[in-house]
């Protein structure tokens, strides 16, 4: 079902070191949902394996065409790659958790609800092409699509499951 001989590390918020013995592909759209609750579970489990560098988690904004996850992409926009990837993180964690302040505004208004917070709208567009494109050849449709190794995690993702996969590669 997947290719997962597709995945890159490219063209992602890293979090954690390079030298991680497990990478955590986590394709999400900052509007989605479901995207919200895989934070939510599990950012404050990954936290400790992060900090103490077991584990490394690759961010992948993934650009869709719902109605709802195009407000997704552009607050995407917003993510600084080029930048401190600390910073990027905490922008991605605060507004997925902000959801519901934004993602419910037309379109048209959601470039301006993140100007407004002091942004600047950042020349992501290849970048997330780039994206869309390795996720179609990985085989990924839906969001969150998160890879440990080759178990993929998708949509709503089992937290024993989860966690049993990364444990199991420590």
Known sequence: MFDTSKITYQDAIK???DTAKVK???YINLACPDALIYQETFASFLAPLVATGQ???ILKHYNKTSNRLQKGNVANDFIAYDGDHATAYNFID???RKQNDWATLALDEVAGYFEAKGFEKQDNAELA???FAEAQAVGVGAVPTVFVGDQAFI???DADAFK???SSQL
């Open 164 to 166: 049993k996969a990364i």
């Open 94 to 96: 605060q507004y997925m």
């Open 55 to 57: 584990v490394q988690r």
């Open 24 to 26: 955590i592909v986590e």
């Open 129 to 131: 092409e780039r994206v």
């Open 15 to 17: 979090v954690g070191e």
């Open 155 to 157: 949509e709503t993702v």
